[in-house]
């Protein structure tokens, strides 16, 4: 067999796998959007914000079940973060979803919240202590569990 037919049976045999590592994965590769769906909960960008007077982020984002039944969500608190522009990444000091708050001195791994059908909840997610030089959060990642497999976690990343 020739050169040129070894090359092209072999990028013949790898086109599938080349297609599917160019469009990725949305619940684990980063995505420059305010909107994200994964497993069936939409993830929307309300504000992303950081006070310079105070050295303090805030991000605001809606979760909705689309599902037509209501689901646990449990989301790892630890693993959520806010990354700024400058690559700094940042652990929250308050997360509320809904009328749930966590703080970071609370030492709780996850936070459960059971998501309605159809229903917007609002997540915000505080940090303290930025980086002086940082402008603006650039992204967030959100990790919570995968409703099909327990003890599987997806990552949801949500750019400003």
Request: charged share 20%.
């Amino acid at each position: 067999m020739k050169l040129h037919s070894k090359l092209y049976l072999l990028i013949l045999c790898m086109a599938p796998v080349l297609a599917a590592a160019q469009s990725g994965n949305a619940a684990t590769d980063p995505v420059d959007s305010t909107t994200v769906v994964v497993d069936s909960v939409q993830f929307d960008v309300v504000d992303f914000r950081i006070d310079s007077a105070t050295h303090t982020a805030t991000v605001e984002i809606t979760l909705t079940n689309l599902k037509a039944d209501p689901r646990e969500l449990k989301i790892n608190v630890y693993g959520t973060q806010l990354v700024d522009d400058q690559r700094n990444a940042y652990y929250f000091s308050t997360m509320a979803l809904g009328q749930v708050l966590m703080r970071f001195t609370d030492r709780q791994n996850y936070l459960h919240y059971v998501l309605q059908p159809r229903t917007a909840v609002p997540l915000t997610v505080t940090v303290e202590r930025i980086a002086p030089d940082a402008k603006r959060i650039a992204v967030t990642k959100v990790v919570f569990e995968d409703r099909a497999e327990v003890g599987r976690f997806l990552d949801v990343y949500l750019g400003n």
